[in-house]
């Protein structure tokens, strides 16, 4: 196994938007960009977050195991970066990870923090039923990504309980995460969007003068996607 080499441009910062999907992360990754902070949003990889997803799912379960995650932060990244070197081949030309799999909540912040030390969380509260409802309407009009969409019909119940469960559970990793390394974590409800403030407060930078960018917004939304 070798050792981590501590030039490798991997370390440089990196700006990731941590919250689930239809949580305005596509307008946060436009605006790391507006702002300066980044250069290139990767944007949503469907084939590389299927090839990923078996292993995430296993690295987490991992991950979700440690008492101490900060030692497991700092020991762990050789061996992630050798199991998950496709991974880290794909985001390499890219700052700014908006979407899955990088983005989102697919991964344990915990790992990406080992894969990449540089990397700083944004975590976007919305409430809840309207984030069931913005859920909906985007697999059920995507039913190719989403083949499962048709149970928002036969047991939406089942539905609501699962978004709560993976909201429940995402969240809670980024807490902890949050825990270890607070200045690297911004936490913030979407309200919050109307502006730059908040995010420019985070990296102290200068609010630019233009409006906060809305992307990704569908007719059952109300807030930027």
Not at 20 to 33: E, F, M, Q, V
Not at 91 to 105: K, L, M, W
Not at 136 to 160: C, F, L, M, N
Request: hydrophobic share 40%; proline share 8%.
């Amino acid at each position: 196994m070798s050792a981590i080499d501590t030039t490798d441009d991997l370390y440089r910062p990196v700006h990731i938007a941590a919250s689930p999907y239809k949580t305005a992360t596509s307008s946060i990754g436009r605006a790391l960009i507006a702002i300066g902070v980044g250069t290139s949003d990767m944007g949503f990889r469907g084939k590389l977050m299927k090839r990923v997803q078996p292993l995430a799912n296993r690295l987490n379960a991992e991950a979700e195991s440690v008492v101490d995650l900060k030692s497991w932060i700092g020991a762990s990244g050789p061996d992630l970066r050798e199991r998950l070197g496709f991974l880290l081949a794909e985001i390499r030309p890219h700052d700014v990870f908006s979407d899955a799999p990088y983005g989102h909540a697919h991964l344990h912040p915990a790992i990406r923090k080992a894969l990449s030390p540089g990397a700083r969380f944004i975590w976007v509260h919305r409430p809840f039923e309207d984030w069931v409802n913005s859920v909906r309407h985007w697999e059920v009009t995507h039913p190719d990504v989403y083949p499962k969409h048709g149970r928002w019909t036969t047991d939406p119940a089942s539905q609501i309980l699962r978004l709560r469960r993976l909201w429940d559970t995402h969240y809670a990793r980024f807490c902890h995460t949050a825990d270890l390394f607070p200045d690297d974590c911004l936490e913030l409800d979407i309200g919050a969007l109307d502006s730059y403030r908040a995010i420019c407060a985070f990296y102290r930078v200068p609010e630019p003068d233009t409006a906060f960018p809305k992307a990704n917004v569908t007719a059952t939304d109300r807030q930027p996607g």
